[in-house]
């Protein structure tokens, strides 16, 4: 929309690198280019099947070599535009502010990472980059309060969904870096280590459903210094002799225990599927701040389309009182 009506506008647009226009093309770009891969991805071994007839799969390593580092240059992006002014930026500005923030995001970076015991990388980088961004968003909001600056709604539109990408951006690069998946034989009286948790296989009952039989697992998950949980999965067989799995679940905000039964083994033993996944929430919760940061933005006042009286001035009534409509 921007590109189809930027020949209406009646003066040139010029701006410098260093502003909050020039980002707001990159953005574009980068949210376009990404959308146009992940459809390519999704949709190219769907069209290869039905051209060829031969099966074309599109994994986890395209993905992540298009997708991470379009969304990391995003978050270097998005982390800047409070630090922008409009048309242009004096660069002497920008250093100074970068001096005083680019200490804070290091130092909050290093006491989270430090506090959760995450020693990787890749999870330490992006985690860093959601710390950057909210840094600057909120030292930019507390300039305004203190410069008595008014926070419009597209204003904190954009910050509620600038931070919901760096939300999002947490719960992906921890989920997919420190999730724990484990396929495992377990008898009643096992137990097995699952990342920080402690999962105990106590028995498996029989559950009489109201259009299903089922074998119910019954597992104890511990976390050190807490109370353990009970997890429920289920193996169900329906009347029509579908066979349905039905996982137990103990939702967090830090993180998601999953536990599911497989096939009955030798003896009283289970194939049993364990799933730890931290932060995965953090992804949901993320896509809300943006998509409620964005519904925000669109309802500002200052984006309501003013009506313009197109009749002539011969056809416009002034009332009896003297004073025009």
């Not at 799969?57 to 395209?62: A, E, L, M, T």
């Not at 990391?72 to 002497?92: D, E, H, M, S, Y």
Request: hydrophobic share 45%; charged share 20%.
């Amino acid at each position: 929309m921007f590109a189809i009506r930027a020949s209406e506008t009646t003066t040139p647009i010029r701006y410098s690198y260093f502003s909050r226009e020039f980002f707001m093309l990159v953005n574009n770009v980068l949210l376009i280019s990404s959308m146009v891969m992940i459809l390519w991805g999704t949709l190219a071994p769907i069209g290869y099947e039905v051209i060829t007839g031969d099966l074309y799969s599109i994994g986890k390593p395209f993905f992540n070599f298009f997708f991470i580092p379009l969304m990391l240059i995003l978050a270097v992006a998005v982390g800047l535009v409070p630090l922008l002014n409009w048309k242009r930026t004096n660069g002497n500005y920008l250093v100074n502010r970068l001096k005083s923030l680019l200490p804070v995001t290091l130092i909050l970076t290093f006491i989270v990472f430090y506090m959760l015991d995450f020693v990787l990388t890749a999870a330490v980088f992006c985690g860093g980059l959601a710390i950057w961004i909210v840094v600057n968003h909120v030292q930019d909001v507390y300039r305004r309060i203190k410069e008595s600056i008014s926070l419009s709604r597209s204003y904190l539109g954009m910050a509620l969904a600038h931070l919901g990408l760096s939300v999002t951006l947490i719960g992906i690069a921890f989920t997919s870096v420190l999730s724990i998946e484990e396929d495992v034989r377990m008898a009643p009286g096992d137990e097995q280590k699952l990342g920080p948790l402690k999962v105990k296989f106590k028995e498996v009952i029989n559950i009489v459903g109201p259009n299903y039989q089922a074998k119910r697992g019954v597992f104890d998950v511990e976390r050190e210094g807490e109370q353990s949980q009970q997890l429920f999965p289920e193996k169900r067989t329906y009347s029509g002799r579908q066979v349905m799995t039905e996982a137990g679940i103990d939702p967090g905000l830090l993180s998601d225990t999953y536990i599911s039964l497989g096939e009955p083994l030798s003896g009283d033993a289970w194939a049993v599927r364990l799933h730890y996944k931290p932060f995965v929430r953090w992804i949901w919760f993320g896509g809300l701040l943006m998509a409620f940061g964005g519904f925000l933005s669109a309802v500002d006042l200052r984006y309501r389309r003013r009506k313009v009286d197109k009749t002539s001035p011969e056809q416009r009534t002034v009332p009896s009182h003297g004073i025009a409509d």
